[in-house]
């Protein structure tokens, strides 16, 4: 069965396969190719389906290193919160919620992802373990806001899989937890919900990882952390409309490939209660990630450059008010910018009001504790 965090994996690995012969992954590039193929559906009027690959993270003292896995444990860390005061009645797309404690050995991505999801208000947070091309197998933890319901997965059909049973999880963080099985699920997968806050529900979701898989599910949500922080981001986002509003937080780490990281923010001119499809129909989206000059023309993974804006190459295009920009090598980073015609002065004037400080390229997400 799939659901849109399968279908993120799934573009991860079609992206990869279809632009670049190498096995690893450039995050900032997939970004941009999924955007690109996104805008080429809705020039052709055709409904394409693209999962956003993110993650994020706040960097604090204390915090791992990319380059450390975290170290066991069975409890959240001390001093840390264990739930949030009060169900999240808005998601705010520029906070971080929550973050891993113990994960098993292995993970090769960490994602992060707040605000307007596709499947609507929501938080998730992602460790995958799977090599590039292979089934998807890691651990996702997701915060619904209040009052909503999880979802049943999704059939590879498309339709909703129908509940086979429940069983009583362990007690997390004070109260009750209940683990969810479904028609189509694996041998290795285990669903465990239980609420972060009144008629606020989490849930933990592992598939194909070693051991027991609820023992596993058990366990990362024991040492889950929860707060309400500030979602940083490597560049001071400065100079969007003030008729812009953000609707989508993300962050992307990839372990596979050290320093290899994604962050972006995704605006959109419609007011909050506005149907979610009318809310992503015509968004702008910045976008960063590190820079590596490409010295093997079979294996490039860059668009060619056409243009260069304040002595750096770029790669502009766009039509029918619509731009995509992308500027190469700025203090050690990329900066794409996705205009959807919402940005008086165009992409070019954006790129130029953005804090891009000298250590832009020492940054780094920390998605767990």
């Known amino acids: 069965m799939l659901d849109e965090r399968e279908l993120s994996a799934l573009l991860r690995a ?34 394409l389906a693209v999962g956003v690959l993110v993650a994020a993270g706040l960097t604090v003292p204390g915090v791992l290193g990319p380059d450390r896995p975290p170290a066991p444990a069975d409890t959240a860390a001390p001093g840390r919160a264990t739930a949030l005061p009060a169900a999240l009645t808005v998601v705010e797309p520029d906070v971080v919620y929550v973050r891993f404690g113990w994960l ?20 998730h947070l992602a460790a ?11 651990a996702t933890v997701d915060l619904f806001p209040k009052g909503a319901q999880p979802p049943a997965p999704q059939l590879d059909d498309g339709s909703a899989a129908p509940l086979q049973g429940t069983h009583a999880g362990p007690d997390l ?40 898989p609820e023992d596993t599910a058990g366990r990362v949500a024991r040492t ?22 953000p609707i989508t937080g993300d962050v992307t780490l990839d372990f596979h490939e050290p320093g290899s990281w994604y962050a972006g923010m995704t605006w959109s001119p419609e007011p909050p209660d506005a149907d979610p499809g009318q809310q992503r129909a015509r968004t ?39 731009e995509s920009l992308t500027v190469y090598g700025v203090a050690g980073i990329n900066v794409s910018i996705d205009d959807d015609g919402l940005l008086p002065g165009g992409s070019r004037a954006l790129f130029r009001r953005l804090g891009i ?13």
């Open 224 to 245: 889950l952390t929860f707060g309400q922080e500030v979602l940083p981001m490597p560049v001071t986002l400065r100079g969007v409309p003030d008729t812009l509003r």
């Open 14 to 47: 079609e992206v990869d396969s279809a632009e670049r012969p190498s096995t690893v992954l450039d995050v900032g590039r997939a970004m941009a190719t999924g955007r690109r193929q996104r805008r080429l559906a809705r020039s052709t009027g055709a409904a």
């Open 128 to 138: 995958s373990f799977n090599e590039t091309g292979e089934p998807w197998r890691g």
């Open 357 to 369: 400080g000298p250590s832009a390229a020492d940054w780094l997400p920390h998605l767990y504790r």
């Open 104 to 123: 098993p050995e292995g993970v090769r991505h960490l994602q992060y992802q707040a605000g307007l999801l596709l499947s609507g208000p929501g938080v």
């Open 173 to 212: 963080h004070g109260g009750p937890s209940t683990f969810v099985s479904y028609a189509g699920t694996q041998r290795s997968e285990a669903i465990l919900r239980w609420q972060y806050a009144p008629d606020g529900w989490a849930q933990v979701r592992v598939l194909g990882l070693p051991g027991d």
């Open 284 to 322: 702008l989206n910045v976008g960063f990630w590190p820079y590596r000059p490409a010295t093997d023309p079979n294996g490039k993974g860059y668009v060619d450059p056409n243009t260069t804006i304040d002595g750096h190459p770029a790669a502009l295009t766009g039509e029918g008010g619509m």
